[in-house]
Each structure stands twice: as structure tokens, then as C-alpha cells.
């Protein structure tokens, strides 16, 4: 048939105009050697700036569909920062962070937080303290839209208190957010449960994302702009909402992955999963991988 989008160029090489599709913008960088920079940190940010047309954007052209970044831990910025605000000296890998959003409501807020420091303590580890995320909602000059439903943002760092190996504190630090997020996400009496959300709790990652265009990302969150923020790692991810309506928590990278495409077998994978979860054994867990149920969260 002949081809009546004349706007399309014709098929070349690789190119065919039939092949055409929507998707949302993804890229990484990494430094193979391990050797980390805020050279990366700062070149995957300018891709991800430069992936705002895969990206998308509501009514207001400065209200995003979701964008964000994915790093390893930059030990030396959060080293500094806890020494600063906690008085205390940490060893990579001995310290996990979370990125967490909040409910607006401050009386909503601070019940969340006691349930996260609840479940951290009931799994044996330690909580070194909160660090306020600084944000500047001007500077990136965020819509009203995005601003109306912007989270409380704050970081979780929890220390390894029992000294078990890096791979059992990455999964305490799992079990810990599987657990919390189960216990305030059902809570029906908390009338913004759902814009509570753990964009990452590890050892290893941190995820910086949010209701913003990818151009926005670094003016919104100047711990990128640190220079002590290296890493040898960077994956971003820039947001095009299609069947789905935006919001903070949609932002990816999600904890270990981006992708640019659509899940839309997303009920059926939680209803196959959750028709499973009776018969799930776990070396790992053990008889704590109740705790991390259900596998897929709503």
C-alpha cells in the first residue's frame, strides 16, 4: 500500500516509516572501570534534557509527565552530609539511603515516619536520621499542576547495625521497604496514603525522579549539581504517559530498571503473582518473605 503520511521520509536502511512508534526516552552512561565522576552524573543529565521531545507534558508546558535518574550511592557526598548532620563516620557499603515521598498533610507525614522508624527497628537495623531533600520548585520553573501534587520529600538513611554482609543488608533494607510500604499504602485512614512512596532504599542505588519534564531534573534537585555527587553509573529515564495519568511515583527509573515502552499486562502479571505467593519459598527470606508480600504492589 502506498505510504499516504507524506510528512514521513522514505525507508532507508534501518528506517521504515511503518516501524514508527511512541515511547518514552531512556539512556545510561557508565564508566567500566568503576571509576566514578559528577562528569557522569552531570552528561547524563544534559541527555536526559536533550530527551524532553520523548518525553511529554500536560496542559501546562512546564508540567512533566515524569523524569529522573538512577545512580549508585556518591559516597563522598552522603559521607559528608551525615558526618554534617549526624556527627557520625561511615564506610561505603555499611549505610543504606531512601529517597521518600510523603503525604502534603504534616500530622499524615509524621505518622508515616513513625512507621518507618517502627519497622526499623523491629528488623534489628538502625536509623541514623532524615536528611530534608533540598528542592527548588522555581527554579525549574514547575508547573502548578506538578506543585499541587508535590510530595513531602526526604531522605532515610539507615545504618547496618548488626555488621551482616553487604548482600543480607541490601535485603533487611528490602524487607524494611516492603513492610512499610504495605503498612501505610493500605492504611485507610490516611486520606494521602498514596503519595507515599520509597523511590529507593539501598546500599548500592539512589533514584532522584519526579513530575518534571527532563530538562527540569537538575534545577529541581541541587544535590546533582554537588560535585561531590560522582558516580560511575547514571541511567535516566524521561516520561511519555499515554494510557496512564502522570504523578510523582510513575516517574521512573523505577529501583532497577527503565523502560520505554508500555506494561499493559500489568493486572494479569499481579493476579498470576499474587495466585502464586502461597507457595513462594526463599532461601534468602526465609520465613520473613511474608514480609515482602505482595510481590507486586498496587
Known amino acids: 500500500?502506498?505510504?499516504?503520511q507524506l510528512h514521513l521520509p522514505k525507508a532507508r536502511g534501518l528506517y521504515h516509516p511503518n516501524n514508527e512508534k511512541e515511547n518514552c526516552g531512556v539512556g545510561f552512561i557508565a564508566n567500566v572501570k568503576s571509576h566514578s565522576s559528577h562528569k557522569i552524573t552531570k552528561d547524563a543529565l544534559e541527555m536526559l534534557s536533550r530527551m524532553d521531545h520523548r518525553g511529554a507534558c500536560g496542559c501546562e508546558a512546564n508540567t512533566g509527565d515524569g523524569a529522573g535518574i538512577l545512580?549508585?550511592?556518591?559516597?563522598?557526598?552522603?559521607?559528608?552530609?551525615?558526618?554534617t548532620l549526624f556527627g557520625i563516620e561511615v564506610n561505603a557499603g555499611?549505610?543504606?539511603?531512601?529517597?521518600?515521598?510523603?503525604?502534603?498533610?504534616?500530622?499524615?507525614?509524621?505518622?508515616?515516619?513513625s512507621v518507618i522508624e517502627k519497622v526499623i527497628k523491629d528488623e534489628g537495623q538502625t536509623l541514623i536520621g532524615w536528611r530534608d531533600v533540598p528542592v527548588d520548585s522555581d527554579k525549574a520553573n514547575v508547573g502548578d499542576t506538578a506543585r499541587n501534587s508535590q510530595p513531602v520529600m526526604k531522605q532515610l538513611i539507615i545504618g547496618n547495625s548488626e555488621n551482616i554482609g553487604t548482600e543480607a543488608f541490601e535485603g533487611a533494607l528490602y524487607i524494611i521497604r516492603k513492610n512499610v510500604s504495605k503498612i501505610i499504602r493500605t492504611d485507610e485512614s490516611l486520606s494521602q496514603a498514596l503519595l507515599f512512596y520509597i523511590c529507593s532504599l539501598s546500599t548500592r542505588v539512589?533514584?532522584?525522579?519526579?513530575?518534571?519534564?527532563g530538562s527540569q531534573l537538575l534545577d529541581f534537585?541541587?544535590?546533582?549539581?554537588?560535585?561531590?555527587?560522582?558516580?560511575?553509573?547514571?541511567?535516566?529515564?524521561?516520561?511519555?504517559s499515554t494510557n496512564t495519568f502522570p504523578s510523582w511515583d510513575r516517574a521512573q527509573p523505577c529501583r532497577f530498571m527503565a523502560h520505554n515502552g508500555e506494561i499493559n499486562t500489568r493486572q494479569g502479571n499481579f493476579n498470576w503473582m499474587r495466585a502464586r505467593e502461597g507457595v513462594l519459598e526463599s532461601e534468602i527470606f526465609g520465613d520473613n518473605l511474608s514480609k515482602t508480600l505482595p510481590i507486586i504492589e498496587t
Open 94 to 113: 555499611s549505610y543504606g539511603v531512601g529517597n521518600v515521598f510523603l503525604p502534603q498533610d504534616n500530622k499524615e507525614s509524621k505518622h508515616c515516619i
Open 71 to 83: 545512580t549508585n550511592i556518591p559516597h563522598e557526598f552522603f559521607s559528608e552530609e551525615i558526618k
Open 221 to 240: 534537585y541541587p544535590d546533582l549539581n554537588d560535585k561531590k555527587f560522582s558516580t560511575y553509573l547514571a541511567m535516566v529515564h524521561s516520561r511519555f
Open 1 to 4: 500500500m502506498k505510504n499516504k
Open 206 to 213: 539512589i533514584i532522584y525522579k519526579g513530575m518534571l519534564m
